[in-house]
Structures are given as C-alpha cells and as structure tokens.
C-alpha cells in the first residue's frame, strides 16, 4: 500500500476518549428522570423523545460527550448508536465542550449582505479567536451559523441556542460582549411588526420589555 | 408590454387576518374575544360540520400550502385512507423554516400562536387525527417555550385534549423541539427526525398519507398553511378564494429582507406587485439606489433581475412565467453594490453545510459546487468552470431521494445564467495577466 493514504479523509472522533464528567456527577435527579418519562409517553416509541433528552443533557452538562449520551439513551431506554446518531446529526447539540456563552453569528445569505461578516469578524478581533474557537478564558465560542430566521432583522446573533439579538451594530456587541462577562444574558426580544408600527403605532405584546424595530437597523459601513 | 396589473385588488385598505392588529392577541383570553377558537367550536360540536365537509370547505377556498410547494392542502387533506379505528393517524405541523431568507412562521407563532392551535385541531379533526405535532426548529428556543405556554392554557381550557369542548372529538398536540438542521424542513426527513432518528428523507412513495411517522397515515402541513385554517371555517371557502391571485388565493405573509428600507414580515393577500412590495410597502430601496436582483421565495427559488419583475405578482403563475417560483414568499432585495458571486459562493456554503450526506450527488455535488463557485470568487476561475458549473447542477437535479439537491443546484444555475458577464468577467480579469489565454469574441 506504501503511504498513498496518509491519514483518514475524515477525522474519526476517539474510539474510547477519557470520560469528560465524573462519574459521580454523571445522573439524572429524580424530576429530571420524571420529565423524561413524561416526553417518553407522548411519543408512540420511546425514540421520538430522544431529542428532548439530549437537550436536557446538553443543558445540564453544557455538552454531550459519549458517556452523556449513554446516560441519556439508557434513560429513554434506546440503544447507544440510537442516540449517538442524532447526537451527532444535528448542529445544536455540541459534542465538545465549548465556551459559557457560544455566540452563534447568522451570515446566511440576509445577515451577509446586511453585514453579516462585518460583525462575525469585529468579534472575532474584539475576542481575539476565530470562528468555531473557545477564548482562553473559556467564556466565549463564537460559530458562524446558517440561516437563524431572522432575516428582517439582520444581523442577528443567537447567544447559546437561547434568546436573538437582532439588528447588530458595533455598539451593540460591545454591550451585549460587556453583559455577558456579567452573566447578563438579554431578555427575549419581539420585533415589531412593520404593519403594527404604522396601524397599532407600536409593538402589539405589552408583556415584553425588549422591543426592536426595522427603525433602528444598523447601515453597516461595509455593506458587501 | 403588457400593463403593470396587481392581482391583490384594493391591497392598500387591506385588513389583516392571519395577524389582525389586535393588542396582545397573543393571549388566550384576548384571542377568546376575538373568534378565537370559535371556528373549532362549530366544527366539533355542531352538525353543520363532519371531516369530509372540513374537508371539502379547504377545498373549495383553494388555500395551497405555504411551505414552498405549493401543493393543494384540501386534496393533500383527502390523500388520508379512509379511518380505521386500529390505526393511528398523525399530523405534523411543520415549523422549522430553515430556508434562508423566510422567517414568516416565527412571527405567526410569536403574535398568533392560538391560531396555529386552532388550525392543528381542525385539520385533525378533517382528517380523524388523535395526535398532532407541532415541529419547531431548535433555534426558536424562545418561541417553542412560548407555545409550550399557550399550549399549556389552550389545555387547561378544554381545547386540546380529551373530548374538546364537551364533543366526542379528542386530540393531543404535543411540541417537538428540533436541534439544528435544514433538512428537517423536508417532510419525510422530519418524520424520521420526529421518530428519533437522524434527519435522513425517505424515498417517496409510499407517501406521508400512507406510510408516514412510525409507518402510520399521516399528514404535513406548514404552520401558515394551518392558521388559515380557522379563517376558511369562520368566513367559508368562498371567501378566502376571492382574496388575491385566483389561482393561488388567500392571505400570505411576504417576509422581505435585504436592501429595503422597511424589511419585515408584511401580509397582504396573493398577486401583489412586486414593484408594489419593493416601493410602497417595504418602503423602496435603501439609500435610493437602484436594485439588482431579488429572490422571491427563499434560497433555493432561482433569482429573478430587476429588469425581469416587471409586472410580476407573487403567485405561483405570474412567477413560473417569469422564471422562478412563490416558494416560501420570503423575498430578498439586492441593490445594486452586490457582489453577485460571493453571494452565490456563501448559499452553496449553506447547502454543502446542510446536505444530510444520504445521496452521492448532493453530498459530493454540494461540495464541488461550493468549491468551484469560491475558485471562482477568489478570481482564480476560468471561463469554462461556469459550463461545468452547469454541468454539474444537471447531474444533481432530480437524481437524490429528497429535493435538496435541486434547491442546490437551482440557485447556482440561474444566477449564472442570468448573471453570466459578471462570471466570466471575474473570470477574464484574472486570466489576462498570465498571457490572455483566452480570446474574447
């Protein structure tokens, strides 16, 4: 064979990699377990609640190294493989450990001619790493992501699958960046609707304190 | 030329249906005093209604799904096999909206979340379904809590559950929260993703209505699709096929982003302008400057030039005779300072990140895409990569299980077709200095 192939086209993850969580914090409590049981019987098989006990890990653990995901799949009662290919299908689950707040920038195709790239890389040289990199003081990973649906309001971000924030300018990451050294993560945004602006004279929740509107969307300067 | 003509009527003294402007409709009580759930209470409790005259009424309003196929729902409706008590049927609402350019359902869901319930109950009821999901993507965390809320209350009311409103007609929703991938988007990958499994579409047939989540009948329709639902009942199918474009009626809710000075999602019935949606509604082109293309219906509908709109409505006709399609009806503006390339260079981005990696020609085909569109951007293409290109995109459309292959391809075709001098002058420019290679006509 010689060395024609050098080393796999894919990188293959670690058969068998050090467990990342003890194993005495490694459990489910007792609601948690109880929560589980109740996805499990709303689904006609136990599979389909194989997702929501991911997210739960996911939320508890911060992310889902294998021994997570046995732990999970043992409690929905569904074979490792099972749950380790849905694991690993979808983006939002993150399977190595990544900073306390993961920005998730939009540079879909909206957010990139609004300026989506200006504010990935503006971060990226305010926190001094890359996309897809954890700071060294493991507070912030930023991801370049794909379509948030959130396109009237681009740029946007999302902060650790959670709450938008929309219509991004360069004040506004220094403020959210400075919040979130805080632990202060933004409340849940509305966006006003363009016709409830000019019918209703505003946004039409009154149970929401943060309100954004098409008024106040940034021009970036470097529009593509 | 034939005159610039709208299909949506007097469209400037339109009320709003889908998203009446109404404070806090998005609360149970507020939307109780507005018909909310009326149109469910005359379904299942009075005789005027049985499935098939559910049915019949979605039929006759002509309401085509808003998903971005554009399939009838009343036939899609009675595709169903007839009920057998010992099988189990299932609805899927589709929320996952993942095409890039479309965020229509989220802000149905956010100001209308009991209209989406209401239109899931009816057409259970239409099709003797017991259970309904309701699919939302992962990244609407907010939003599937907020609906997790509502759905909460709308239970605790009698509206979902056992024996709605003291009728013999019982149905379940339950909220299934994504994780992150385009795919799901697709319906049969969103029944395999609802089954727990990885999101990888299935061969078709056997279709959704006869084998579809778990191996049982079932039924997808889109969220928008759903909430006219409710509409069609309280003010009749006849109604509903007056507004906008006749052959594609109803209301619709147009999300417009991009270079205009107003984006956001605006609803207005079928048949509008798209000069009219540009100008008066979004309020004209940012900056004054003149527009160069747009995208009518999300990422994967092919792109139309500014000097290709004229007197083009939204609606399926009018856009298959201009050279494109309504697909999800969220539109993107570009002006004239874009770069068309590098933008063509990020949505094959999007689709090599998003194929599933089930079928040959998508998972490699999105990758070379991807590959030769960047060679290209970075200058260093030559004029015959744009053949291949082309070539290319031959090769993936129609061969994959699902159609993602196609959504991939199509946008990579027609903007080289319809913005060919750009390519090959990026192309050109690089290849003088190297001896002029190539001779130009």
Do not use: I, L, P
């Given at each position: 064979m010689g060395d024609f192939i050098k080393h796999p086209v894919v990188d293959m993850p670690e058969r068998m990699p050090a467990p990342a969580i003890e194993a005495d914090k490694l459990v489910f409590t007792d609601d948690e377990k109880k929560q589980m049981k109740t996805w499990v019987s709303r689904y006609p098989t136990a599979d389909g609640a194989i997702m929501r006990g991911l997210w739960l890990a996911q939320e508890k653990f911060g992310f889902l190294p294998p021994e997570v995901i046995q732990l999970v799949a043992n409690e929905i009662g569904i074979p490792y493989a099972n749950a380790y290919g849905v694991a690993t299908f979808y983006?939002?689950?993150?399977k190595e450990k990544k900073g306390k707040h993961v920005l998730d920038i939009c540079t879909c195709f909206s957010c990139q001619l609004c300026g989506g790239y200006d504010m990935l890389h503006y971060i990226e040289e305010k926190l001094g790493v890359h996309k897809g990199e954890t700071t060294k003081d493991g507070l912030f990973t930023i991801q370049e992501a794909e379509c948030l649906g959130a396109c009237g309001s681009a740029p946007m971000l999302q902060i650790t699958n959670g709450p938008f924030v929309h219509n991004l300018n360069k004040e506004k990451v220094d403020a959210l960046l400075d919040a979130l050294k805080e632990d202060k993560i933004p409340a849940f945004t509305s966006v006003t609707l363009p016709q409830d602006e000019d019918e209703m004279g505003g946004n039409r929740r009154s149970d929401v304190s943060s309100i954004e509107s098409y008024s106040v969307r940034p021009v970036s300067e470097t529009l593509s | 030329m034939e005159a610039k003509k709208t299909?949506?009527?007097?469209?400037?003294?339109y009320q709003r249906v889908l998203l009446p402007p109404v404070k806090d409709l998005h609360k149970l009580d507020v939307y109780e005093k507005h018909d909310g759930y009326k149109a469910l209470r005359e379904v299942v409790t009075t005789d005027k209604w049985d499935p098939t005259s559910v049915t019949n009424e979605v039929k006759k309003s002509g309401l085509k799904g808003r998903g971005g196929a554009g399939f009838p729902t009343g036939l899609k409706w009675s595709f169903m096999p007839p009920v057998n008590p010992e099988i189990p049927r299932f609805l899927c609402c589709n929320g996952d909206e993942s095409e890039p350019g479309t965020f229509k359902d989220r802000q149905l869901m956010e100001y209308n979340p009991h209209l989406v319930l209401e239109g899931m109950l009816i057409a259970s009821y239409a099709m003797s379904i017991k259970t309904a999901f309701l699919y939302i993507r992962g990244e609407f965390a907010d939003w599937i809590t907020l609906m997790e809320e509502e759905l909460e209350k709308a239970y605790a009311k009698g509206y979902v559950g056992k024996n709605i409103m003291g009728s013999d007609f019982s149905c379940d929703i339950v909220i299934h929260k994504g994780a992150g991938a385009y795919i799901c988007g697709e319906e049969s990958s969103l029944m395999n993703s609802l089954e727990g499994k990885r999101a990888y579409p299935r061969v078709k047939p056997p279709f959704p209505a006869q084998k579809g989540v778990w191996g049982y009948p079932t039924t997808i329709n889109n969220v928008e699709t759903l909430a006219c639902a409710p509409l069609i009942i309280n003010r009749g199918g006849e109604w509903f096929s007056k507004i906008g474009a006749p052959s594609h009626p109803g209301p619709v809710l147009y999300g417009i982003s991009g270079h205009v000075n107003r984006p956001g999602v605006y609803e207005y019935p079928t048949g509008m302008l798209i000069t009219d949606l540009i100008d008066e509604v979004a309020g004209g082109m940012r900056g004054g400057k003149k527009m160069k293309a747009l995208i009518p219906g999300g990422s994967s509908t092919p792109i139309l030039r500014a000097d290709m709109i004229d007197g083009v409505t939204m609606d399926a006709d009018s856009l298959r005779e201009a050279g494109s399609m309504m697909g999800t009806s969220g539109m993107l503006i570009m002006d004239e300072d874009v770069d068309i390339i590098s933008w063509l260079r990020r949505i094959t981005h999007f689709y090599h990140h998003e194929s599933c990696g089930q079928c040959t020609p998508c998972r490699e085909g999105t990758g070379w895409l991807e590959n030769i569109v960047t060679r290209i951007d970075e200058g260093?293409?030559?004029?015959?990569d744009l053949d291949l290109l082309l070539d290319l995109c031959t090769q993936m459309e129609g061969r994959t299980v699902c159609a993602l292959a196609d959504a991939a391809a199509w946008p990579v075709r027609y903007t080289i077709t319809r913005f060919r001098e750009e390519f090959e002058t990026r192309c050109l420019k690089e290849m003088a200095p190297s001896g002029g290679v190539l001779e130009t006509a």
């Open positions: 983006t939002q689950y993150f | 299909k949506a009527g007097d469209w400037r003294s260093k293409g030559n004029v015959r």
